[in-house]
């Protein structure tokens, strides 16, 4: 069973940056985060292989948003830079436990409790 609590979100201004953590415990296939607004539905992010760190990142955060992981995969980061308004929303940390789409929230079957980030002017 594959346990995930994540940490770091708040209020950040338009421009700065805010660093996401997402404490593991378990093993699981691969490690993500995703994020949802009121009324839309959950989006993916950024992914990380879990034994060979390889990256995937969404278009919209490609460039801004980097996620990483400690050698031992005990956390998982998400470095979000060059914050905008478009970014407010719940983050979550996700595990997926088999092979699957690393972008498909379906495919993922554990999840943190989520954590707000809110960008203002």
């Known amino acids: 069973q594959v346990q995930l609590v994540e940490s770091g979100g708040g209020f950040v201004q338009a421009g700065g940056s805010l660093t996401l953590s997402c404490s593991v415990s378990?093993?699981?296939?691969?490690l993500a985060w995703f994020r949802q607004t009121p009324g839309k539905e959950r989006a993916f992010v950024a992914a990380?292989?879990?034994?060979?760190?390889?990256?995937y990142y969404a278009h919209s955060v490609e460039g801004r948003f980097t996620i990483s992981r400690n050698n031992a995969s005990t956390t998982v980061f998400l470095q979000m830079n060059s914050l905008n308004l478009e970014d407010t929303a719940v983050y979550y940390c996700?595990?997926?436990?088999?092979?699957?789409?690393?972008?498909?929230?379906?495919?993922?079957?554990?999840w943190g409790q989520g954590t707000q980030v809110t960008v203002h002017w």
């Open positions: 378990g093993r699981a296939y691969m």
């Open positions: 990380i292989g879990w034994v060979v760190p390889k990256t």
């Open positions: 996700a595990a997926r436990s088999r092979v699957g789409s690393y972008n498909d929230r379906g495919d993922y079957d554990h």
